[in-house]
T-cell receptor
Framework: RKEVEQDPGPFNVPEGATVAFNCTYS??????FFWYRQDCRKEPKLLMSVYSSGNEDGRFTAQLNRASQYISLLIRDSKLSDSATYLCVVNGGGNEKLTFGTGTRLTIIP | EPEVTQTPSHQVTQMGQEVILRCVPISNHLYFYWYRQILGQKVEFLVSFYNNEISEKSEIFDDQFSVERPDGSNFTLKIRSTKLEDSAMYFC???????????FGDGTRLSIL
């Protein structure tokens, strides 16, 4: 099983729609969870941290299910600027390194 | 907003040569990292550095690689005897405490010819 697994997509979604991404991780000792976004040939940029209670930042909602080792990201009212690759990222289990998924590519269509 | 800066943005080097990639982490951060991303692949951890020593390294980070914090601001990655497969984007990151979000620089694209 991959350490962090994501559906690579691509997801082609009309502007204004809601889109959801899922991610699973294999290390049950993982302690911190993040969604990063990466534009083409750019650096990963932190989108949001993910907490067990779930958290929301504007149009973005992240959920964590520790029992199922599952992380989700929901984007509401999608905008053209949301087009990017979304990276599920996990940290912990006694170490500091970030483990990245392969990313899910999202394209918002006008 | 404070940011991690990396130089150069693009480095072209002949195979077998040595390269040094430079990073200036965010000033109050204590933990420093290098990652790489081969074109079309996922971001991979190379090494973490804290208190002037390596705290963790991956299998990729073999004797060909070394890191150094030569002064109070710079953090460098040296790659000796470069190989074609070292061609990748190299990202530096820093964080203020362990497990807190890591902030990435905009990367150095390394091309080995």
């Amino acid at each position: 099983r991959k350490e962090v697994e994501q559906d690579p997509g691509p997801f082609n979604v009309p502007e204004g729609a809601t889109v959801a991404f899922n991610c699973t991780y294999s290390n049950s000792a993982s302690q911190s969870f993040f969604w990063y976004r990466q534009d083409c040939r750019k650096e990963p940029k932190l989108l949001m941290s993910v907490y067990s209670s779930g958290n929301e930042d504007g149009r973005f909602t992240a959920q964590l299910n520790r029992a199922s080792q599952y992380i989700s990201l929901l984007i509401r009212d999608s905008k053209l600027s949301d087009s990017a690759t979304y990276l599920c990222v996990v940290n912990g289990g006694g170490n500091e390194k970030l483990t990245f998924g392969t990313g899910t590519r999202l394209t918002i269509i006008p | 907003e404070p940011e991690v800066t990396q130089t150069p943005s693009h480095q072209v080097t002949q195979m077998g040569q040595e390269v040094i990639l430079r990073c200036v982490p965010i000033s109050n951060h204590l933990y420093f990292y290098w990652y790489r991303q081969i074109l079309g692949q996922k971001v991979e951890f190379l090494v973490s550095f804290y208190n002037n020593e390596i705290s963790e390294k991956s299998e990729i980070f073999d004797d060909q690689f070394s890191v150094e914090r030569p002064d109070g601001s710079n953090f460098t990655l040296k790659i000796r005897s470069t190989k074609l497969e070292d061609s990748a984007m190299y990202f530096c990151a820093s964080s203020d405490v362990t497990h807190q979000p890591q902030h990435f620089g905009d990367g150095t694209r390394l091309s080995i010819l």
